[in-house]
């Protein structure tokens, strides 16, 4: 195994090894400055972590709001407070070691806002902002406001030339590393884009080649690339490390720090975690934001995907082959489907899936009186988490806050099921974890095979960085 040695990161010299960050309360201040006091660069969410009162009880994010913008103002407000909350124990926990990284969505709601929001009651606290999911033009800015490192998140070379063409060149002194996020293999949101088949991974080898290619063309010889997604133990990426064609190199652990004794996740899912099988993490096409996005293969996903298997096309007026009657919803409004189309609905109202519900792509899904309810109710209750939601169509751009299409019952509430799935507690934690999202690297499998974690052992994060820094 060669020899990991520090590298130059945000001014500092540091370990190449940064923690994931995990939105909603996972990737959490205690995580984070344990990892920074091991040497490496902790990363805390911003995005809905956290907050807590005087006693040190987490707040419940209850929303009170009459108005989705009302409510919107609540989640921003939560956001802000739980991010300085969050950044205060990292620094805490580090000790001055390290680096302390937040870690933020761009097509969260109000992303701007949170991140200075944050930055502006954390001074001092966070010495790098890391973004993705979206294309974060304004990040850099934003970075020069604050005086702080920028990683910008990217599944390829183009989007970088993009992100460089248009804003970073000014700002250069202050990017402390690119993120190659690769979209096959990485954890939570990725960014395959239109012209990438998802069954068909690529090498990251080559694409990360063609982004240093490009930073070079720029002048960022030496400015680090972040390998995210994928990454289990270091000995599998000999290759790449002190690789000329490469440049520097940092490591990224999104997975692995899931199951650590600072690991915030509940029991429930640290037992999980140690159950997966290869193939059980895959990648899907349900969540509100448009990406995909890795995700353990569980009944909240089996369900989603049902969903998705019960659908027709409709016509609200005989057309063609859509000539067969039939009524929606308890007026029973008439729309038209095929003869075929009618026989399949008639199994599945057999079947209990008695509700048909109207997607903006002209079909009918078939759900329970049940799901059908708490859909509504989720749509309902949106607190416009993200920028732009498929689900319940909000907009945080239009002046009616609306995308002008109609909800899409197909997807979900992913605040709601992310908090679910991070607060869930007592003796009903499994089941709660089984039905809600449990994001996840597709090498989640390999707590199961893994020696370290043989017996049930849950490491520290030192003892994990230690494990990595072996090459294992």
Request: hydrophobic share 40%; charged share 20%; proline share 5%.
């Amino acid at each position: 195994m060669k020899a990991i040695n520090a590298v130059r990161m945000g001014g500092v010299d540091v370990l190449p090894l940064v923690e994931g960050g995990k939105g909603v309360s996972v990737s959490t201040g205690v995580s984070a400055g344990a990892w920074a006091a091991a040497g490496g660069a902790g990363t805390v969410s911003i995005v809905n972590a956290d907050s807590y009162d005087a006693a040190g009880n987490p707040v419940p994010q209850i929303y009170h709001g009459r108005t989705r913008r009302d409510r919107h103002e609540e989640l921003v407000d939560y956001a802000i407070r739980g991010g300085i909350a969050q950044a205060q124990i990292a620094h805490d926990v580090a000790g001055g070691r390290g680096r302390i990284h937040a870690n933020i969505l761009w097509e969260m709601g109000s992303a701007e806002r949170v991140i200075r929001g944050v930055l502006d009651g954390a001074k001092g606290l966070i010495q790098g902002v890391t973004c993705g999911a979206g294309m974060p033009y304004r990040l850099s800015d934003i970075a020069a406001e604050y005086g702080v490192y920028y990683y910008p998140i990217v599944s390829s070379a183009r989007a970088f030339n993009a992100l460089w063409k248009r804003a970073y060149s000014k700002t250069s002194d202050l990017l402390g590393g690119v993120v190659y996020e690769d979209p096959w293999r990485a954890g939570g949101h990725n960014g395959l884009s239109n012209t990438e088949n998802p069954l068909q991974p690529e090498d990251p080898f080559p694409r990360v080649a063609a982004l240093r290619k490009l930073m070079r063309s720029f002048g960022l010889d030496e400015t680090p690339i972040i390998m995210a997604g994928g990454v289990w133990c270091l000995e599998e990426w000999e290759d790449w490390i002190g690789n000329p064609e490469l440049g520097p190199i940092v490591f990224q652990f999104g997975t692995r720090p899931l199951l650590t004794q600072e690991s915030p996740i509940p029991q429930a899912w640290k037992d999980r975690l140690l159950t997966l099988k290869k193939g059980d993490v895959y990648l899907n096409r349900f969540s509100p934001t448009g990406f995909y996005s890795s995700a353990v293969n569980n009944s909240f996903l089996q369900e989603l995907r049902g969903r998705s298997e019960r659908q027709v096309a409709f016509s609200p007026e005989a057309l063609g082959a859509h000539s067969a009657s039939y009524g929606v919803g308890a007026r029973k409004r008439e729309v038209f489907v095929t003869e075929e189309d009618l026989q399949r609905i008639h199994g599945w109202e057999a079947q209990g899936f008695t509700e048909a519900m109207r997607t903006p792509d002209s079909t009918l899904i078939f759900v329970t009186p049940d799901r059908a309810r708490e859909i509504i109710a989720d749509q309902v209750a949106c607190m416009g988490c993200l920028s732009e939601c498929k689900f319940s169509n909000w907009s945080q751009r239009a002046p009616d806050y609306s995308n002008g299409h109609k909800a899409d019952p197909r997807s979900f509430c992913i605040q709601k099921t992310l908090q679910a799935a991070a607060h869930a507690s007592g003796p009903e934690a499994a089941e709660i974890l089984d039905h809600n999202l449990m994001f996840g690297g597709t090498n989640a499998w390999r707590f199961a095979t893994d020696p370290f974690y043989a017996n049930g052992f849950v490491p520290t994060v030192a003892q994990l960085i230690e494990r990595i820094m072996s090459g294992r």
